[in-house]
């Protein structure tokens, strides 16, 4: 039996700093709509006070996360321990989507490292539980994928704005980015 925390303390807030990859689940509305849950890394997780969390959305192939948040706001992320002593975090709450037009961005942008950001991904913490983690396998940590920082370097900003194109709207026709409608 999990337990839950009322806020993400400071012994939280190092067993996550520790982590190199998190999960995000969203979900639209519709009964017959697609669940989505994403891997991330990169070191584009923050924790911005004891009840809030953002992190940095890069460009990518598709934009559900974003247009589920926009819908309805649900959003849970987990982290799991691949390393050491096996832990699990999910953090439940309430997302809201910044793009590089909206005034907060460029405050929240610049918390995270140099790089690709279609959009920072704030979440209120409603809901912190914890479990055991004993089914997670171990892993070892070899570096981080160079593949996504390769491609956007050898594009030109005006073929990133192309490729987000491709952002409009979510596999289930939900509104994406908006900077991206038209």
């Not at 669940?35 to 006070?49: A, F, Q």
Request: aromatic content about 8%; charged content about 30%.
């Amino acid at each position: 039996m999990g337990k839950t925390y009322d806020v993400i303390d400071d012994r939280i807030k190092s067993w996550m700093s520790r982590q190199k990859m998190f999960f995000v689940a969203t979900a639209p509305l519709g009964g017959d709509t697609l669940v989505n849950c994403s891997p991330k890394g990169r070191d584009t997780l923050r924790v911005l006070g004891p009840n809030v969390l953002a992190y940095m959305d890069g460009d990518g192939s598709g934009i559900e996360t974003v247009a589920h948040i926009k819908e309805n706001g649900r959003i849970v992320i987990m982290l799991c321990a691949f390393e050491g002593p096996p832990k699990i975090y999910r953090f439940h709450g309430r997302g809201q989507v910044f793009e590089p037009h909206q005034e907060e961005f460029n405050s929240l942008r610049a918390e995270f490292p140099e790089g690709n950001c279609r959009a920072i991904i704030k979440i209120s913490v409603t809901r912190i539980l914890d479990s055991c983690g004993y089914g997670v396998p171990k892993y070892k940590y070899e570096g981080e994928r160079k593949s996504h920082e390769n491609l956007m370097s050898r594009i030109s900003p005006e073929e990133i704005e192309e490729y987000r194109d491709k952002n409009k709207f979510s596999l289930d026709k939900l509104p994406g980015l908006e900077r991206c409608k038209g």
